[in-house]
Nanobody, 123 residues
Framework: EVQLVESGGGLVQSGGSLRLSCAASGFTFSNSTMTWVRQAPGKGLEWVSTLHVPMGNTYYADSVNGRFTISADNAKNTLYLQMNRLKSEDAAVYYC????????????????WGQGTQVTVSS
């Protein structure tokens, strides 16, 4: 059974930092492509960042590029999202997702999702 469990969300002041974690199980994490997406209240799903774990290639939305860093610890089967210089517009529920085998840098298809972790940014 595939499981993705996010943690690390919380309340942070604008300009602050948080690190999200996503513990993965039930599949070969080191051979997967993993993504962070977010959803702010009343808004649609927004792609944030992707890591092609085998090659280590990373991809970021323009809105977070230079502030967020995606990474993984294969030994722990865990995906991370380091978020720095947080802004009010970063407030959302953050989900990690496993991409399908059809993934390409411009194509996302999420096979599995976690339950999400809330990030709140106070001004």
């Amino acid at each position: 059974e595939v499981q993705l469990v996010e943690s690390g969300g919380g309340l942070v002041q604008s300009g602050g930092s948080l690190r999200l974690s996503c513990a993965a199980s039930g599949f070969t994490f080191s051979n997967s492509t993993m993504t962070w997406v977010r959803q702010a209240p009343g808004k649609g799903l927004e792609w944030v960042s992707t890591l092609h774990v085998p090659m280590g290639n990373t991809y970021y939305a323009d809105s977070v590029n230079g502030r967020f860093t995606i990474s993984a610890d294969n030994a722990k089967n865990t995906l991370y999202l380091q978020m720095n210089r947080l802004k009010s517009e970063d407030a959302a529920v953050y989900y990690c997702a496993k991409e399908s085998a059809r993934w390409a840098p411009e194509f996302h298809e999420y096979e599995y999702w976690g339950q999400g972790t809330q990030v709140t940014v106070s001004s």
